[in-house]
């Protein structure tokens, strides 16, 4: 079976510190990636998403980035964070191709970041 | 472009009452996906349905069934017998055109808080 796995869990970090967030999926092969932010009480707001190994879509302009050096690894970065940073940070995969396409996304347990 | 509305922001019922979540679409695809998904207090999204534009039929899984009406863009989704562990914010989302496109992504509604009192 599939699993998808984030860390760290929870995060505090000052303003204009560097960040690094990583998230790793088992069990499937050349899966989509995606990144999600959820701020406090909000929706889902997607911030990039990747169909292959270096091959990053950014859907939201903003000072993060997200890197996948390897087919099940996704990365979330930024160089200085800002307050406006803070939130709830979900990784998803989903099926790319194969017969059991259905698009459905799943996610793991998301890091909560805190921007002080 | 296409949207997804959840205009419940938050649902409060007591245990064992029904609780109805609704989500209305707009696309101009002919064929899409829609899905319901459940964010419990932990975060984690967990994915419970999906139904395809070809396929109406209302579909029951437990205490959770779902109401899929094309003519009025609508997927509704219904928890009967309310338990306290059915607290969490739902989320509705689609997939439109259902054939595959450049990263597969899905529109998400802004979800129902649902609360469910002893």
Not at chain 1, 10 to 28: A, D, F, K, N, W
Not at chain 1, 92 to 105: H, P
Not at chain 2, 71 to 95: E, G, P, R
Request: glycine content about 6%; charged content about 15%; some cysteine.
């Amino acid at each position: 079976s599939q699993t998808i796995h984030q860390w760290p869990a929870t995060l505090v970090q000052p303003v204009g510190s560097p960040l690094s967030l990583e998230c790793t999926v088992e069990g499937t092969s050349n899966p989509n990636l995606y990144w999600y932010r959820q701020a406090a009480g909000r929706g889902l707001q997607l911030l990039f998403y990747s169909v292959g190994i270096g091959q990053i879509s950014s859907e939201v302009p903003q000072n993060l980035s997200a890197s996948r050096p390897q087919d099940r690894q996704f990365i979330l970065s930024s160089k200085k964070l800002l307050l406006s940073d803070s939130g709830f940070y979900l990784c998803a995969w989903s099926v790319r191709s194969g017969q059991a396409y259905s698009y459905e996304q799943y996610f793991g347990p998301g890091t909560r970041l805190t921007v002080t | 472009a296409q949207k997804v509305t959840q205009a419940q922001t938050e649902i409060s019922v007591v245990e064992k009452e029904d609780v109805t979540l609704d989500c209305v679409y707009e696309t101009r695809d002919t064929t899409y996906y829609l899905f319901w998904y459940k964010q419990p207090p932990s975060g984690e999204l967990v994915f419970l349905i999906r139904r395809n534009s070809f396929d109406e039929q209302n579909e029951i899984s437990g205490r959770y069934s779902w109401n899929f009406q094309k003519s009025t863009s609508s997927f509704n989704f219904t928890i009967t017998a309310s338990q306290v562990v059915d607290s969490a914010v739902y989320f509705c989302a689609l997939k439109a055109p259902m054939i595959k496109a450049a990263g597969n992504k899905l529109t998400f509604g802004g979800g129902t808080r649902v609360l469910v009192k002893p």
